[in-house]
């Protein structure tokens, strides 16, 4: 089979790009953008592979879209290209609504116009796979609840608005036109080559700088967090042996409210890299906090880091997934626990400081120095 792979240059399309080329016989294509988010160097183990390719395309660009169809004749298309940060959608949500919603109506359309073109069996075989996200289903007010594949779409910010609009374009898709669709709502991924905007890898390295560990609000908002590994498994189970027309919710059943994820990630890095006692530069960058506390003390742990921030306007306070449909149908489970998948992916930032350096562009400088600024270190 070869797969058409949208957004293969990103955090969890690399995952997927890696796990097909080690672990299947399957070719790949993957187009993507190659915007600040998108980085070929998380494909270096894979990109010399035969069943490799990849074309720099913008998904909103139609004709663009259809030569790649013609030229290299996929048998399905694991749409995963987004924009993807909840506060990048906050700050300016009009790529959202350009790649998001535009992008997916405009590779709907190069994918219709291919899909019809094939002869019979090609094109029963065919299949359509997009990829979204549990923050359609918006907030889960009950403690006890869990979002199935039912739950009505009730999303809060422009990322998820954008992504709740995919989801109806490519079921009408299917329903208007029969394309042979499936769709997958998955949790919070974390693990490695994880863009540093997002709160595990941005506390990550904002501890091995000594900076101050930002806490949006009080900390209390809650994740269901799935190690990304375990989503590029469940994702190729999905497009290989799923039911056409289904939708599968896929989840870690590690539900952990942000300061406790925090904690987790602290505690093993006074483990794995013990803090030193700050001098001279480190200094500087931590002079938010108490002076008395860090000037004159040495340090014994990286929570001590920890500060409390102005709360993200619209700010979700729970997600959980009830991922038994995945599990019972097809036989999808996570071999990663919290623990052990925290514990990888922290070991893996600390051996790639040379991944990390290159991702931190001066594009993604700017984006922390105005996203954190503004939250003024208030809660
Ligand atoms: P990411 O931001 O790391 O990567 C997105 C990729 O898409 C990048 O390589 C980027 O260059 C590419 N891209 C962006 N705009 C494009 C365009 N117009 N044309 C072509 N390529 C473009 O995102 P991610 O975290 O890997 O998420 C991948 C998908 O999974 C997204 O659809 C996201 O909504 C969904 N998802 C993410 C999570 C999560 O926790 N990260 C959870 C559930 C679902
Ligand atoms: P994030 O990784 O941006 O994913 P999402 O918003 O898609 O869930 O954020 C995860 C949680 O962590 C979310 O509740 C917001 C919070 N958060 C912080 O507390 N501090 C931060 O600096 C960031 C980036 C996020």
Redesign the pocket.
């Known amino acids: 089979m070869k797969i058409l792979v ?9 995952a997927v790009i890696r796990h097909i080329i080690d672990s299947t016989a399957d070719s790949v294509v993957n ?9 070929l160097e998380s494909l270096l183990d894979v990109s010399d592979s035969e069943r490799y390719a990849f074309e720099q ?4 660009d139609s004709m663009a879209l259809q030569r790649v169809f013609q030229e290299h004749q996929p048998d399905a298309v694991m ?7 909840v506060d990048r959608s906050i700050d300016g949500p009009a ?1 959202f609504i ?3 919603i535009v ?1 997916t109506y405009t590779l709907l359309e190069a994918t219709r116009q291919y899909w019809q073109g094939l002869e019979t069996a090609r094109k029963a075989a065919f299949r359509f796979h997009h ?5 359609v289903y918006g907030d889960l007010e009950d403690p006890e609840a869990l979002f199935t594949e039912t739950t009505p779409y009730a999303p809060s910010s422009p ?1 998820s608005a954008s ?1 709740a609009s995919s989801d109806h374009l490519v079921r009408a898709w299917s329903r208007t036109y029969g394309l042979p669709m499936l769709i997958t ?6 693990g490695p080559y ?2 540093p905007e ?1 709160l595990i890898p941005l506390i990550i390295l904002n501890a091995l700088e000594g900076k101050p560990l930002p806490v949006y609000g009080k900390g209390n908002q809650v994740r269901d967090w ?1 190690y990304v590994e375990d ?1 590029a498994r469940a994702l190729y189970k999905v497009v290989t042996e799923g039911v056409v027309g289904e939708t599968y919710n896929i989840g870690g059943h590690n539900e952990k409210q942000n300061i406790e994820v925090v904690h987790a990630l602290c505690e093993l890095l006074d483990e794995l890299r013990p803090m030193q006692t700050p001098v001279g530069a480190s200094l500087l960058a931590i002079n938010d906090l108490a002076d008395a506390q860090i000037k004159h003390q040495p340090m014994r742990s990286y929570k001590e880091l920890i500060t409390h921030v102005q709360d993200r306007p619209g700010h979700d306070l729970r997600y959980a997934i009830d991922a038994s449909k995945i599990q019972r149908e097809l036989n999808w489970t996570p071999v990663e626990t919290f623990e052990s998948g925290i514990r990888k992916t922290v070991e893996w930032y600390l051996g790639h400081a040379d991944w990390v350096e290159r991702v931190k562009s001066g594009a993604y400088q700017l984006w922390l120095d105005k996203n954190y600024a503004r939250r003024n270190d208030k809660p």
């Open positions: 949208t957004g293969g240059a990103g955090f969890i399309g690399s187009l993507d953008k190659l915007t600040y988010a998108g980085n395309v913008d998904i909103c749409h995963l290209a987004a924009e993807s940060h790529t350009e790649t998001n992008g990829i979204s996200t549990d923050e990322y992504k709502n998955c949790s919070n991924n974390y994880h863009f997002k799935l989503h």
